[in-house]
């Protein structure tokens, strides 16, 4: 199997963070000779806002009013990550890196740097109604609110969709699948939109 490199899109409730983990449990089975780096941007944040420094709190302060970070931040940690932890030949899944074109950008040079040359993107779609049902299902009732589903739609296509076509345009196979099945028929689509089957 050569090696996977994908990144994943999807609004709140989509189920990216489910689909990684699906994935790269089957990449472990399906190719054990190859590691899978899977940086997890949200946990990586969370983790630096709890440093007692200058940089780290006023991320905390934009991260706890709604606010989106610069840039800077997560190009910074997912090239911390592929220094510590990356050489090119493993698998790679990438999950909320690219959310703004000149992040997309980045990520684009850094996979290209390593040679990187069957680059993907799934983009898992979703009504606001189903993502609104499975917030709620998740204990998260706060963000599964009219006005906060609203704010999150509205902040994906200013923000979100463009990062995407961005890597369109950069060359990047992008794959739309529909993330309103169980989660086992979105996974089976995902394998075949990467063209690794069961």
């Not at 190009?75 to 909320?96: A, R, Y």
């Not at 979703?126 to 009219?146: F, P, Q, V």
Request: overall charge negative.
């Amino acid at each position: 199997m050569n090696p996977v490199t994908v990144a994943f899109f999807g609004i709140s409730g989509a189920g990216k963070g489910t689909q990684c983990v699906l994935l790269e449990d089957y990449l472990k089975e399906k190719d054990p000779a190859r590691d899978v780096v899977r940086p997890e941007m949200g946990d990586m944040l969370r983790k630096f806002m709890q440093k007692d420094t200058s940089l780290a709190k006023r991320i905390a302060e934009i991260v706890n009013s709604g606010g989106l970070v610069p840039s800077f931040i997560p190009i910074w940690m997912l090239t911390t990550v592929l220094n510590d932890s990356f050489d090119g030949t493993q698998h790679i899944i990438l999950d909320g890196t690219c959310r703004r074109p000149d992040q997309s950008r980045a990520v684009d040079d850094m996979m290209r740097l390593w040679k990187r040359e069957d680059l993907r993107a799934i983009v898992l779609t979703l009504s606001k109604e189903t993502a609104k049902k499975r917030l709620i299902a998740r204990g998260r009732a706060d963000d599964a609110t009219d006005e906060a589903l609203l704010s999150r739609f509205k902040w994906y296509e200013e923000h979100v969709v463009p990062s995407i076509e961005e890597l369109r345009t950069l060359g990047w196979a992008i794959n739309e699948i529909d993330g309103e099945g169980d989660v086992e028929t979105v996974h089976t689509k995902i394998l075949a939109a990467l063209n690794i089957t069961k």
